[in-house]
C-alpha cells in the first residue's frame, strides 16, 4: 500500500513530474553519453596505431615524432638517411620494418610514401590489419592506394589519375603534373589518420622528386614520367619508420641502440607511451566536458528539489488525511524521501535506455560518415557508480521537502483548510 | 471500570508561541455509544479541541482519557497508533485522497491499523467489507473505482463516513461535516450517519455550529459552557 500510494501519488501530479523525470533522464544521458564518448576517444586514439613496437625518426620531442608519423601533423624536423634505415632494419631483433617518407600531399590530405611492408605489418585498434575496400595494394611507381575518407570526400574511385602536390598546402602551386598516379586501391575504414593518407611507394616519392631540389623544381631539367622510371629509384633518405620487433623483451634494448646511434642523431619511441603523454594534452578538455555534464545533473536534480518543494503546499490536505488515519510523521518522512529516490531511479533508467538508443542511431552513420567505430555500450562500472551517487545526492536532495513535511505535519492540525 | 469514551479533566491549552489559553476545560464525558452534539461558534476552539482529542497536540495542564487511556501521557508514535485504532474521523470536505478509487479510500484506515484491519477481515475480506458499509450508505456500485475526485460533495462525505466506520473504532469525531452539503442532502447524511455508527457500537462528538441538528442527537453541548470562568476566548 505504502508504495501504491507514492506511485499513485505522483500519477496524480504527473504533469510536472515527467517533467521533472524527463530533465532527470537527458542531464544522466548526458553525463553517460560525454563520459562514453570520453572514453571512446580515448580508446581509439591510443589505438591509432597498434602492434607497432617502436617508431624511429630524427632526434626531437617523442610526441613532434607521433604527431607527424601517426597522425600526419606537423613536419618533422629532420630526416633518416636510407642507409641508416638499412643498418638499423638489419638488426637481428628486428622483425619487419615500415619506412614512411613524408612531405607531399594531395588537395589537403597527406601523401606517404612506403612500402608493401605497411600494408602487412601496419596495425590500428585491436592490432587489426589494413584490410582493402578495392583494389589492391600498389605495384607500380606511379600507383597510389587512398584511405578511405580521401576517397570518399572527393569521390574518387579505382583507376582515378591524381596529381600530387608540392608541399602540404590545399592549394599548392608547385604541382608534380608531369606524373600523375593511378588509384588502384582503396582502403577500409579504420578511424585514424589511415583514412586521410593517400599511401603510394618510396619510389614514386623518389620518382616525383627527380627533377627537384630544396622544393622548387630545377629550371630546364624535365625528366618525363617515363625517363624516371629508368633512373635509381632508390630514396636518398625517409621521413621516419615503424619497426616491429622479434620479442617485445628487446624493446628497450633497441631502443637505447637506436637513441645512441652515432651516425646521426635519432630516437625511438614507444608509440603506446608517446599516445598516453599526447592524450593527456587533450584530456583536460575531456575533463571540463565531463564536469559541465555532472553540473547538468545537479541542475536536473535541483529542477526535481523545486518541484518536490513547490508540491508540499497542494499537498498539505493529502498530508492531513495520511495523519488523520493514523500515519505517523516518520511514514509522511518516508513517503517524501521514497518519492525523490523514486524519480531519480526512473530518471537514471530513462537517462540510460535514452543513450542505448542515440548510440544505437548514430553508431551506423559515425561508421558510415566518419569510419569511426564506437561500442554500443555506454555503461561501464564507474558510471554505475555514478549512477548510484546520483540517487543518493537525489534522496539527500529529497531530506529538504521531507524533513518540511515531518515538522509540518507535527505542527498542522488535521483541519488543513486548502 | 470507566465506561467512558471520552473523558476529559481539568483540560487547558495554550499554543507554544503564545501563552494565552486557547482553551479550558472543566470537565468532558462521552459515554459508550453516546451521540454528542458538540456546539459552538467559530473560533471558540472547536478545532483546538479536536487535535487535543486525536492525539495531534496534547494538553498542558489536565487529562484527556480516550477509552481509558491518557493519551497525553502516550509517545508521539503510539499517539498516532492509539488514533489508528481507535478513533474515525470525518472532516468538512476534502476527506479523499484524490488518487485513491473509492474502495480503497475506504480501506486505507486498515493499512494503518492491524487492529481495525482484523476487525475487517473477521467478516470478510477487505473488499467486501468496505462495499457492504458503501452500500449500506446508499453509495451505488458504479462509483467504486472512480476517483474521488469524480464524485459530489455528498457522495465524497458519504465515503469519508464508510472510511471512518471501517473497522469499527469506538469513536467517532465529526469536524462540520454536513457544512458543504444543501440541506435535503444533509438530513440524509446526518440520519444516515448516525444510525451506521449506531450500527457498529461506536461513540460520536458531532462539531457543529449549525444548532439545527442538534435534534438528532442524544446529547447537546455548547463549547463555551464547558469552560472555567477564566477562560478567555
Known amino acids: 500500500m505504502f508504495f501504491r500510494l507514492v506511485i499513485l501519488s505522483l500519477w496524480n501530479r504527473r504533469s510536472s513530474i515527467l517533467l521533472t523525470i524527463l530533465s532527470i533522464a537527458i542531464s544522466v544521458s548526458l553525463l553517460l553519453g560525454v563520459d562514453h564518448l570520453r572514453r571512446q576517444a580515448k580508446d581509439s586514439f591510443t589505438k591509432t596505431v597498434s602492434g607497432v613496437d617502436l617508431i624511429v625518426g630524427a632526434r626531437s620531442g617523442q610526441v613532434n615524432l607521433l604527431l607527424y608519423s601517426v597522425f600526419r601533423i ?33 588537395k589537403g590530405f597527406r601523401v606517404m610514401g612506403t612500402t608493401q611492408s605497411y600494408f602487412d605489418h601496419y596495425r590500428f585498434g585491436d592490432k587489426q590489419p589494413l584490410a582493402f575496400s578495392k583494389g589492391e595494394s600498389f605495384k607500380g611507381v606511379y600507383d597510389a592506394v587512398l584511405g578511405y575518407s580521401v576517397a570518399k570526400e572527393l569521390g574518387y574511385q579505382v583507376e582515378q589519375k591524381i596529381i600530387i602536390s608540392h608541399g602540404l598546402g590545399k592549394v599548392s602551386f608547385s604541382k608534380h603534373d608531369d606524373k600523375p598516379f593511378t588509384v588502384v586501391g582503396i582502403l577500409q575504414a579504420t578511424g585514424t589518420p589511415v583514412d586521410r593518407t593517400v599511401h603510394v611507394s618510396l619510389a614514386g616519392i623518389e620518382a616525383i622528386h627527380l627533377d627537384w631540389q630544396q622544393g622548387v623544381k630545377i629550371p630546364g631539367l624535365v625528366i618525363s614520367a617515363e625517363d624516371a622510371l629508368k633512373h635509381d629509384l632508390t630514396p636518398a633518405s625517409i621521413t621516419a619508420m615503424m619497426v616491429g620487433l622479434k620479442s617485445k623483451i ?14 646521426e642523431p635519432l630516437m625511438a619511441v614507444l ?27 545537479v541542475a536536473g536534480l535541483t529542477g526535481m528539489l523545486t518541484t518536490l518543494i513547490a508540491g508540499l503546499n497542494e499537498r498539505r490536505r493529502e498530508i492531513a488525511i ?43 552513420i559515425l561508421v558510415t560518415e566518419y569510419g569511426l567505430f564506437i561500442s554500443a555500450m555506454p555503461i561501464s562500472l564507474e558510471m554505475v557508480y555514478v549512477l548510484t551517487i546520483i540517487i543518493s545526492l537525489a534522496a539527500l536532495l529529497g531530506l529538504i521537502p521531507s524533513l518540511i513535511a515531518y515538522k509540518r505535519s507535527l505542527k498542522d492540525g488535521l483541519t488543513v483548510k486548502v | 471500570m470507566n465506561l467512558n469514551t471520552v473523558s476529559v479533566s481539568s483540560l487547558k491549552f495554550h499554543w507554544q508561541s503564545n501563552p494565552d489559553w486557547v482553551l479550558n476545560i472543566s470537565s468532558l464525558a462521552v459515554k459508550q455509544k453516546e451521540k454528542l452534539f458538540l456546539q459552538g461558534p467559530s473560533g471558540s476552539g472547536k478545532t483546538t479541541l479536536l487535535d487535543l482529542l486525536t492525539g495531534i497536540h496534547v494538553p498542558v495542564q489536565g487529562t484527556i482519557k480516550i477509552l481509558g487511556t491518557d493519551i497525553g501521557s502516550l509517545k508521539t508514535t503510539r499517539r498516532d497508533k492509539f488514533r489508528a485504532d481507535h478513533i474515525g474521523l470525518i472532516f468538512q470536505q476534502f476527506n479523499l ?55 459530489s460533495v455528498g457522495q465524497q462525505q458519504r465515503i469519508a463516513v464508510a472510511r471512518a466506520l471501517i473497522g469499527q473504532p469506538e469513536l467517532i469525531i465529526a469536524d462540520e461535516p454536513t457544512s458543504a452539503l444543501d440541506q435535503d442532502t444533509r438530513d440524509v447524511f446526518i440520519k444516515l450517519l448516525l444510525k451506521s455508527v449506531a450500527d457498529t457500537d461506536s461513540s460520536i462528538v458531532f462539531v457543529s455550529h449549525d444548532k439545527s441538528l442538534a435534534h438528532y442527537f442524544d446529547r447537546q453541548i455548547n463549547i463555551n459552557s464547558l469552560a472555567n470562568e477564566d477562560v478567555e476566548i
Open chain 1, 250 to 263: 628487446a624493446t628497450f634494448k633497441l631502443q637505447r641502440y637506436i637513441n645512441e646511434y652515432r651516425k
Open chain 1, 322 to 364: 495520511l495523519r488523520s488515519l493514523g500515519a505517523q510523521p516518520l511514514y509522511v518522512f518516508l513517503l517524501l524521501m521514497i518519492e525523490a529516490v523514486v524519480l531519480a531511479l526512473i530518471g537514471c533508467l530513462l537517462g540510460v535506455a535514452l543513450i542505448f538508443v542515440l548510440l544505437s542511431i548514430i553508431k551506423p
Open chain 1, 271 to 297: 608509440p603506446g607511451v608517446a599516445l598516453v603523454e599526447l592524450w593527456q594534452i587533450v584530456s583536460v578538455i575531456e575533463n571540463l566536458l565531463l564536469i559541465i555534464s555532472a553540473m547538468v545533473v
Open chain 1, 74 to 106: 606537423g613536419n618533422a624536423t629532420n630526416n633518416i638517411s636510407w642507409e641508416s634505415y638499412q643498418e638499423i632494419a638489419e638488426n637481428k631483433n628486428i622483425a619487419w620494418t615500415i619506412p614512411i617518407s613524408l612531405g607531399d600531399s594531395h
Open chain 2, 97 to 151: 485522497l484524490p488518487y485513491l478509487n473509492v474502495i480503497d479510500n475506504v480501506i486505507l484506515p486498515c493499512h494503518f491499523s492491524d487492529k481495525r484491519k482484523n476487525k475487517v477481515l473477521a467478516q470478510g475480506t477487505l473488499h467486501k467489507v468496505a462495499v457492504k458499509i458503501l452500500d449500506s450508505l446508499g453509495l451505488d456500485d458504479s462509483l467504486y473505482h472512480r476517483q474521488a475526485t469524480q464524485l
